[in-house]
């Protein structure tokens, strides 16, 4: 694992810069976060970057208006500013109205863990889950960050694009589903955004198939089960950065006809962790660093 | 009686009948009759085939609830079949107690959770200042009880400061509001830089007058004072 501090924040406020230059369609639409960067972007374009100040119930319903006024909106801040406090915005000014944004959250579950729980975010993908319609990519790698966005730019759909400060050494390439990087007999693990490397690094010993996911929303159904049907039993470990077991319908509707047996680690769901310090112990605390994910996963396919 | 017999205001009666099943209800229970009808009648540059037409002007019900009133308007104007207001609030019907943009042709938003049409108001109109549109507005209509709702308190501060024009609220005032706003509901807009005036919400002149006051550089809001609920 590799940490690069604030890296996809920095290209995506980068790449979305750009953009603005090149597609009189799009507006940025800040609540503070992240204003100063693009401050060179709001003098270019002063009615297209758009900061309400620290409003982010208007952040979401001010890119409703755009999207149905034919804009495509951007919108970008911290997760629970982004997701959680304006979720009934989400709901009715986007998905009710039937128009799409493109949500861009920096911070992740504890990348700001010194923070504290108010500034911490693991329910992200699980709430817009509860939504139709929502594409969400999970990046593990500023390159793979970029790309997603630039593609998203363009549609008038509903994207999600969840940044974090932890990434992979290296990017991955677009395959359009989940990419198999190792094959093995024992299972499958699945591992979402950033949390590949680590993945990489637990199994490196075990006879599993490892898959990577950028994007996670739509779910590639028939690629996990590919997977888990040349295994030889389809048990399927999925390693998100989230809240533990956030796709583990998914992993069921994907494999509703056949027996099998799932583990869903990411952050715990039992209990508010009330600690500081910096992601890697927030890793540790939720199993999510190597060794945690190696014990998991030997004990879930039972390779001790 | 029949729609066809009667045009105008006077056809708003038996079209809302067509939803109450009460021939003789009386359309001034509601609140917003007036308002709507001044709107669509001598305000707006809309029309049933203008929907797709970006520099239409856009009237954006937030307050929901009881949209009978909004329905007769809509069908009296054309916007929509009056066959579908028999069927109002059924499965099926594209009608319900709150509007939905998506089944009925000439509402532009889906409202009833309350709070959220002056928000989604001011993007549309962010959304068409930067497209540099600068003829069409964009009209919201509010409740006083619905400005308990702080979302609408983060859309007034912005819009007045950031000096957004196209953009008119019209709050139907009728002492619905719980706890009440002491020193009325216009001083909470003028504070953040709008143009406000208070009017008679059943005077048609006095409303059109309000509606068509030149704002420049500011949002306008007009609150239009009607009887209290349940009066």
């Keep these: ?304 | 009686m029949t729609v066809e017999t009667l045009t105008g205001y006077a056809a708003l009666q038996p079209l809302m009948a067509r939803m109450t099943g009460d021939e003789k209800h009386d359309i001034a229970a509601e609140s917003t009759v007036d308002i709507l009808w001044v709107l669509y009648d001598r305000v707006l540059d809309v029309a049933p085939g203008r929907m797709d037409d970006p520099d239409r002007d856009r009237f954006l019900l937030s307050k929901g609830h009881g949209p009978m009133a909004y329905y007769a308007v809509l069908a009296a104007k054309g916007f929509l079949d009056a066959a579908e207001l028999d069927g109002w609030a059924r499965f099926g019907s594209p009608l319900g107690h709150h509007p939905d943009r998506v089944l009925v042709p000439g509402v532009e938003i889906g409202s009833g959770s309350l709070g959220h049409g002056l928000p989604i108001g001011l993007g549309v109109a962010l959304g068409l200042r930067a497209q540099g549109r600068n003829r069409p507005r964009v009209v919201v209509l509010a409740g006083d009880a619905e400005l308990d709702e702080g979302s609408n308190h983060e859309a007034i501060a912005v819009a007045g400061r950031l000096g957004v024009d196209n953009l008119t609220v019209v709050v139907v005032d009728n002492a619905s509001a719980s706890l009440g706003w002491p020193g009325g509901i216009a001083r909470r807009f003028a504070v953040e830089g709008w143009a406000t005036t208070t009017v008679d919400g059943r005077d048609h002149d006095a409303l059109e007058a309000a509606f068509t006051a030149p704002h420049a550089g500011r949002p306008l809001a007009v609150v239009a004072t009607v009887e209290p609920k349940g009066a």
């Design chain 1, 1 to 304: 694992m590799t940490t690069i501090a604030a890296d996809m924040r920095q290209t995506f406020l980068h790449t979305v810069s750009g953009a603005l230059d090149d597609d009189p369609r799009l507006a940025l639409v800040l609540a503070d976060i992240s204003y100063a960067t693009v401050a060179p972007a709001a003098q270019r374009h002063p009615y297209r970057v758009i900061n309400v100040g620290i409003r982010e119930q208007l952040m979401i319903s001010v890119a409703g208006g755009l999207a149905l006024a034919g804009m495509r909106p951007v919108v970008h801040t911290f997760p629970p500013f982004l997701v959680e406090r304006p979720f009934e915005q989400i709901k009715l000014d986007l998905n009710h109205q039937g128009v799409g944004a493109v949500l861009v959250s920096s911070g992740a579950s504890y990348d700001m863990a010194g923070a504290g729980r108010t500034h911490q975010g693991p329910g992200d993908v699980a709430l817009l889950d509860t939504l139709p319609g929502w594409t969400v990519h999970v990046p593990g790698h500023p390159e793979e960050a970029r790309r997603l966005l630039l593609a998203a730019l363009p549609g008038d759909d509903r994207v999600y694009l969840r940044l974090s400060a932890q990434a992979n050494a290296e990017p991955q390439p677009e395959t359009g589903g989940f990419r198999v990087l190792r094959r093995g007999r024992a299972g499958v693990v699945l591992a979402v955004g950033p949390m590949l490397d680590r993945v990489l690094d637990a199994t490196a010993t075990l006879d599993v198939t490892v898959l990577y996911a950028a994007t996670v929303r739509p779910f590639d159904a028939a690629g996990l089960r590919a997977a888990a049907l040349t295994a030889d039993r389809p048990d399927v470990v999925v390693v998100e950065p989230y809240l533990a077991g956030t796709s583990a319908h998914l992993v069921a509707d994907a494999l509703a006809d056949v027996p099998h047996r799932q583990r869903g680690l990411g952050v715990r769901r039992d209990r508010e962790l009330r600690a500081y310090g910096v992601p890697a112990d927030h890793d540790a605390a939720h199993g999510l660093d190597a060794p945690g994910v190696a014990a998991a996963v030997r004990a879930f396919l039972r390779l001790d």
